[in-house]
């Protein structure tokens, strides 16, 4: 069974401040995809990033920077300088190579709030 | 920039009422997903379209929902009759279709509430 775990239910920080989101993730599988999507007030889910299992490489795309650990199974996500338009539910996904139609795993969320 | 539509984007029914959403995925995307999404916690599948066919409906309530995609482009997702527990937020999603792991694209939601 399959099961993403985030355990931080909300986050609030000062506006320029960083932010990291931890994500932990149960899989059997050794080929995975995982997921960030960012739900703002509005409710439309935004995707962010992908890793695939098999790429460990942590990049960083503009405020955007993510740590992905196999040996610890956490896919964590940050965002540097962070900005009131931020603040919104983030969800960490998964989906299994075994799943034949690609059904997004989601965790519960973190709720971040940017204050200026 | 494609969008996925969703109509309405709120709905506000008594329990035993029917209701229905529509969604409208990204022109060319085969692969359209019903998501359900109670409040605090993160979206979990409904049921799955290929094309025109249903291909995981495993967690949909058949006794009282039903999802059509006929012409394998828009869908219909339907609850009759309606229960307060249904009060969600139900997203549609679709991607390309060539992949799993292919991005899939939501549409903004349709807020239910059933009083």
Redesign the interface.
Known sequence: AQKVTQAQTEISVVEKEDVTLDCVYETRDTTYYLFWYKQPPSGELVFLIRRNSFDEQNEISGRYSWNFQKSTSSFNFTITASQVVDSAVYFCALISSTDSWGKLQFGAGTQVVVTP | EAEVAQSPRYKITEKSQAVAFWCDPISGHA?L?W?RQIL??????LV?F?DESV??DSQLPKDRFSAERLKGVDSTLKIQPAELGDSA?Y?C?S?LGG???????????T?LLVL
């Open positions: 692969t997903y998501y605090g916690q993160g979206p979990e599948l799955q290929q291909v995981d937020m997203l999603a991607r992949q799993v792991q292919e991005t899939q694209y939501f549409g903004p939601g807020r």
